[in-house]
């Protein structure tokens, strides 16, 4: 029988408070793992080879600081500065970003190795600069945070590291493959939401396919005047301008849904850009 949880009886985290703290000399080694700062203030400060595995850091200034060879595995940043700092082999698996200043070239030099890993701080700090309105930043993340997921999956059921294939195997492998399968049908689509230009691409492609059935259906296929004139001719029946077709009622039907998924996804693009900002 299930008995009422007691908040007195759980067991304390042994997490450290250091809070209203100052540091203004540099720091070389030490250990600071499970530390709750709270408006820490430490101006153009070095910090060399620091544990600071699960510690949270709300509402600190950090600016200009620079930290080499730091373990921030499992921290939280939450409303903290961090403009202007340098990370040196920095370690970030399972950091949390919210609120934070913190420059963008983070995400080219201090990654987690593990494609997964990878994702998952592109995504938090995706998400950070779009709290901010950072939206360059914003969308150097999400170019990461794609490219990730799409090694990621493709690892998960190709790859034959041990890591993939003890967590994947057997039925959770042919899914995997199944949502690589997607992500790159979506990404030739519309580049998972994010390029227009890969949109008109696609619409295109689906105009061409048209004109191609056109002329096969109803010209010359030795002419090339006939391909362009389908050409010419699908562009407003795509784009619903010309209804009076020869075409079933039918195949309208696809073409309109298509063109309005089309529609949708160009929307979708648009919105995502103005959200950002």
Not at 126 to 147: C, H, P, T, V, W
Not at 170 to 195: C, M, P, T, V
């Amino acid at each position: 029988m299930d008995t009422a949880l007691n908040p007195k009886s759980l067991p304390k985290s042994g997490k450290t408070k250091a809070e209203d703290r100052t540091i203004e000399a540099d720091v070389d080694g030490g250990n600071f793992s499970n530390f709750h700062f709270s408006r820490l203030v430490a101006k153009k400060v070095n910090f060399r080879n620091i544990d600071f595995r699960y510690s949270s850091f709300d509402s600190c200034y950090m600016r200009g600081c620079t930290f080499d060879s730091c373990d921030f595995t499992g921290c939280k940043f939450v409303g903290t500065n961090l403009h202007g700092a340098h990370f040196l082999g920095c370690k970030f698996d399972y950091a949390v970003f919210e609120r934070t200043d913190i420059d963008d070239h983070v995400l080219l030099s201090n990654c987690p190795e593990r494609e997964n890993l990878k994702l998952k701080f592109a995504r938090t700090l995706r998400m950070n600069y779009q709290q901010l309105g950072n939206a360059q930043s914003a969308n150097k993340a999400i170019q990461i945070e794609l490219d990730a997921t799409e090694a990621h999956l493709l690892k998960a059921w190709k790859s034959n590291e041990s890591y993939y294939r003890r967590k994947y195997s057997g039925l959770a492998r042919i899914k995997q493959f199944a949502h690589w399968l997607y992500f790159k049908s979506l990404d030739w689509i519309w580049g998972n939401g994010e390029s227009s230009l890969k949109l008109g691409r696609s619409a295109l492609v689906v105009i061409a396919i048209l004109a191609l059935n056109d002329t096969l259906e109803f010209k010359n296929p030795a002419l090339l005047s006939s391909y362009v004139n389908s050409f010419k001719e699908v562009i407003p029946i795509f784009l619903g301008i010309n209804t009076s077709t020869p075409y079933t009622p039918l195949f309208m039907a696809g073409v309109t849904t298509i063109r309005l998924m089309m529609f949708g996804f160009l929307m979708s693009i648009i919105i995502k850009r103005f959200n950002r900002r």
